[in-house]
C-alpha cells in the first residue's frame, strides 16, 4: 500500500494538478480516521504537557508535513521507483544523523549498509540522470530532504512514543500535519483550485485510504505483534513492489541499472536490519 502512494500521485499529476492542491485533498480524505484515533487514544491516558504539545507540533510538522510536501515536489521529476528508493534510505540516514546529533559511533555494519545502500542510489540516479538530466537532480534532492525531514522526525519521536504510544502519536502528528497541509493550500491556491476532475479526486481518496491510513496503522500493528526488525524485513519489498507497480500503471521501463541499484538498496538495509539498528517507527510520509 505504502508502494501504490507514488503512483496514484502521478497517476493524478496527469490531470493538472498541482502539489499543493493534491496534498490537501489526501489530507482532508484521510485526516477524520486519525482524529477519530486520537481520541480513541487518548481515552484514560495521561494529560499531555506543553513539552508534550510543543514535540508532537514540530514532529507532525517534520515528518508528515515537510516531508510529505516535499515527496510530492519531487515526483514530478523522477521516477516511481527513484522515489522510493530514496525514501527507503531513512533509516541509514537515521544512523547518520545520531552518530552526528548524538555522538554514536558506527561500527563495522553501519559502514557496510551505507555503502551498500548509497551505492545503489548512486547507480539508478547516474542512470536517470543521463536521461532525464536536471529534472532527476532537482526531483531527487526534493525526495531526499523529505527523506531527512523524516529521519529527524524519528530521532526526535523515539522516546515520545513509548511515553505515549504509537498509535497516540501518530494520530496528533497526522492532525498537526493536516492543518499545515490545509493552510498551505490557503496561501498558495484560490478555492476555485479545489475544482479538479473526478480522477483526481477518486485517486485523493485511494492514497488517503489505501496509501495511507491502512497501512501506517497496519504498521504500527504489525510492530506490536512481530517486533521492529521483522516488520522492517517485511518492508522490504516496498521498493521491488514500486517498480512493479509502476512499470504496471505507469509504463515506466524495468533496466538492469535500476535492479542492481535496488538489489544494493535492499542490501545494505538487511545489513542494518540485522545489526538491529533499524528504528521503530517505520511509517511512511
Not at 120 to 149: M, N, P, T, Y
Not at 218 to 232: K, Q, V
Not at 254 to 265: D, S
Request: proline letters at 4%; aromatic letters at 12%; one cysteine or more.
Amino acid at each position: 500500500m505504502f508502494s501504490a502512494k507514488a503512483i496514484v500521485i502521478k497517476l493524478a499529476y496527469r490531470h493538472g494538478v498541482d502539489a499543493a492542491t493534491l496534498l490537501a485533498l489526501r489530507m482532508a480524505f484521510s485526516v477524520p480516521f486519525f482524529v477519530a484515533a486520537l481520541i480513541w487514544s487518548s481515552r484514560g491516558a495521561a494529560p499531555l504537557t506543553l513539552s508534550d504539545h510543543a514535540r508532537l507540533i514540530l514532529i507532525g510538522l517534520l515528518g508528515y508535513y515537510a516531508a510529505s510536501y516535499l515527496d510530492f515536489l519531487g515526483l514530478q521529476y523522477i521516477t516511481a521507483a527513484l522515489e522510493r528508493l530514496i525514501l527507503y534510505l531513512s533509516p541509514t540516514l537515521v544512523v547518520v544523523l545520531s552518530a552526528l546529533l548524538l555522538r554514536k559511533r558506527f561500527g563495522r555494519y553501519e559502514w557496510g549498509a551505507l555503502a551498500l545502500a548509497y551505492g545503489g542510489i548512486v547507480l539508478v540516479f547516474w542512470h536517470d540522470v543521463s536521461f532525464e538530466g536536471g529534472q532527476v537532480v532537482l526531483g531527487s534532492a526534493l525526495v531526499f530532504a523529505g527523506a531527512v525531514c523524516y529521519a529527524v522526525y524519528m530521532i526526535i519521536s523515539g522516546e515520545l512514543v513509548r511515553k505515549l504510544g504509537a498509535i497516540r502519536l501518530t494520530a496528533y502528528a497526522m492532525c498537526v500535519s493536516s492543518v499545515a497541509v490545509f493552510a498551505q493550500f490557503a496561501v498558495l491556491n484560490p478555492l476555485s483550485a479545489l475544482r479538479q476532475p473526478p480522477e483526481v479526486y477518486w485517486l485523493s481518496v485511494l492514497n488517503a485510504a489505501l496509501c495511507t491510513v491502512l497501512p501506517v496503522f497496519f504498521t504500527m500493528l504489525a510492530i506490536e505483534r512481530i517486533g521492529a526488525s521483522r516488520a522492517s524485513m517485511a518492508s522490504m519489498i516496498g521498493p521491488v513492489s514500486t517498480i512493479a507497480l509502476a512499470y504496471l500503471f505507469l509504463g515506466e521501463p524495468v533496466t538492469i541499472w535500476q535492479v542492481a541499484g535496488t538489489a544494493l538498496v535492499l542490501g545494505g538495509i538487511y545489513v542494518l536490519t540485522r545489526a538491529g539498528k533499524v528504528p521503530a517507527s517505520k511509517e511512511e510520509t
